[in-house]
C-alpha cells in the first residue's frame, strides 16, 4: 500500500513537472509573438510616417526621383511582409532607402531649417529608437526560449511536444557598417 502511495505520488509529481516545463515554454513562445508585435508596430509607425517625409523633401528635391521611389518600394515590401524574416529583409531595404533620402536632404539647408522637416526627422528618430528596444526585448525573450528548448530535461519535452527554435532579430550586413558623418 506504501509502495503504490509512493508510486502514485511520484507519478504525480512527473507529471506536474512535465506540465510545468510545457507551460513554461507555451508562454515563452507567446511572449516571442508578443515582442514580435512591439517590432511590427513601430516598423508601422515608421511606414506611416515616411509619406509625409517624402512629400516634404519633394518640394525641395524633386529631380530625385529615383530615391524616392526606392523608398516607396521598401516601404511596401515592408507593409506587405508576412513573416518575421520577410520584415528583417524588406526593413534592411527600407534603412538603406532611408539613408539616400536623408543624403538629399541634407544638398539642401533651408529643407533642414524647415519646422516640418525637423519635427517628422525627430519623429522618426524616436521611432528609430523604439524599434531598437523592441528588437532587444524580442531578443532577449528568443534567447529565454531557446535555452529552454536546448538544456536538459527540456530539451526532451520540446522535441515531443514540438517547439522549435527561434531566429533572433539580427543587424545585417548594411546595417552594421559604420556610419560616416562628415560637416
Known sequence: MTFTLL??????????????????????????????????????????LIPNLIETIKGYAAHEKEV?????????????????????????QLTTALKSLFAVAEAY??????????????ELSDTESKVSYSRQFYNSVVRDYNFKIV????????????FKQEEFFEATESER???????
Not at 109 to 121: D, H, I, S, T
Not at 151 to 162: E, K, R, V, Y
Open 151 to 162: 538544456t536538459f530535461p527540456s530539451n526532451i519535452l520540446a522535441g515531443m511536444f514540438g
Open 109 to 122: 539647408p533651408q529643407l533642414r531649417a524647415q519646422e516640418g522637416f525637423l519635427n517628422l526627422q525627430s
Open 68 to 92: 524616392f521611389e526606392s523608398v516607396t518600394r521598401a516601404r511596401s515590401a515592408l507593409m506587405s511582409a508576412g513573416s518575421p524574416k520577410e520584415a528583417l529583409e524588406a526593413n534592411t
Open 7 to 48: 508510486l502514485l505520488i511520484g507519478f504525480g509529481v512527473g507529471v506536474l513537472y512535465v506540465v510545468a516545463i510545457y507551460n513554461s515554454m507555451a508562454s515563452l513562445k507567446v511572449k516571442i509573438k508578443e515582442a514580435w508585435s512591439g517590432i511590427d508596430v513601430q516598423l508601422k509607425r515608421r511606414v506611416d
Open 177 to 183: 557598417a559604420s556610419v560616416k558623418v562628415s560637416f
